[in-house]
């Protein structure tokens, strides 16, 4: 799994490229921790554009987000999430608690 990261006026974004499976999983929890903490950010932007496969491990990542930036009084939007990680998201009912585009 890659990740790269932007940061501007309070907004970060995190771009996934890759597979998401349980092993990038444990990895991007701790790089999305860590750009959170440098950045304080208001707004999360988490691009899936870039992931080719997801399983359940997705949704842990997402909900750590969510828990870390609820802890600064922000949010979460999930952006350009292809159709795979998409049907994930939507069979979980994660899109009940973070906002997807």
Request: glycine share 8%.
């Amino acid at each position: 799994m890659e990740i790269s990261a932007s940061s501007r006026e309070r907004r970060l974004t995190l771009r996934l490229k890759g597979e998401l499976d349980h092993h990038g999983a444990r990895g991007l929890i701790r790089r999305a921790e860590q750009e959170i903490d440098t950045s304080l950010p208001l707004q999360l932007a988490l691009d899936f554009g870039g992931v080719t496969f997801m399983d359940s491990s997705g949704i842990a990542v997402v909900i750590r987000c969510r828990q870390r930036m609820r802890e600064l009084g922000g949010t979460v939007t999930l952006c350009q999430v292809p159709a795979q990680p998409r049907k994930v998201f939507e069979a979980s009912g994660i899109t009940r608690l973070v906002a997807m585009e």
